[in-house]
């Protein structure tokens, strides 16, 4: 993703942004943005240490990963105050996204769905859901597993870990599945390619299975942060396409 649309931009307003190193899910700058700010530093230069990290993370066939810490202020100034303190926490030691849940609180946050942080992709989704919405009859590429990632998963953690295990699933079925995407709170984070499938030694009636994300950039570019209506109720998986 390297843009925001215009409705999403409008609600967006001012905000503040990090951006994280896909190796090591540490936090290695924040700003303040407007527009599409956030996504202009993913072509800078290597004159800067930021601009620097960027190209390693490119070269190492990857990319940065893009967070709205808060968004929605009027006025620059009001998003400067609190780049200021999102800096300094930053600052005090090595933030690592996967350990977002760490507190002892009993309560989340108070409607941290939209207050809360969030991945560029899901900002999208969330401000312009329609143009996001993707349907059964959108998925052409091969049979896709979509798994719904438990509550127990946390923004900026393993998709993959928690996309692999454990699941009661079709043996025949998972062998014509060609992709298993990631879906968290309605949104697709994630999309893998299966190797293969196995039983899970100590659940028998589960299965896990072992593979990569996907290296098709089509595939990503076209699923990825796309709003996926969720009609299995409780059941976690749903089969795709064809």
């Not at 996204?97 to 989704?125: C, D, F, Q, Y």
Request: glycine share 8%.
């Amino acid at each position: 993703m390297n843009h925001f649309s215009p409705p999403t931009r409008y609600r967006l307003k001012n905000y503040v942004y990090a951006l994280v190193d896909p190796r090591t899910n540490l936090v290695f700058y924040v700003g303040k943005g407007l527009g599409n700010r956030c996504f202009t530093h993913l072509i800078a230069g290597p004159e800067q240490p930021k601009g620097k990290q960027i190209n390693e993370i490119k070269n190492a066939g990857l990319t940065v990963k893009v967070y709205i810490l808060t968004d929605g202020w009027d006025t620059k100034e009001e998003a400067y105050k609190l780049e200021t303190p999102f800096k300094q926490l930053f600052e005090i030691g090595n933030f690592d996204m996967s350990s977002l849940g760490g507190l002892t609180n009993l309560v989340e946050g108070h409607h941290v769905n939209e207050w809360g942080i969030r991945s560029a992709e899901e900002v999208e989704a969330r401000y312009n859901p329609e143009e996001r919405k993707i349907t059964e009859e959108d998925f052409t590429d091969g049979e896709a597993l979509i798994i719904k990632l438990s509550r127990s998963y946390k923004l900026g953690g393993d998709t993959k870990h928690a996309a692999q295990y454990a699941w009661t699933v079709c043996s025949k079925r998972i062998k014509n599945v060609k992709y298993v995407m990631a879906v968290y709170k309605g949104i697709i984070m994630d999309v893998f390619e299966p190797e293969s499938w196995h039983i899970v030694p100590s659940q028998p009636s589960k299965h896990y299975w072992v593979g990569e994300r996907t290296a098709n950039q089509k595939v990503l570019d076209k699923y990825i942060g796309r709003v996926w209506p969720w009609n299995g109720g409780a059941n976690p998986i749903q089969y795709v396409g064809s």
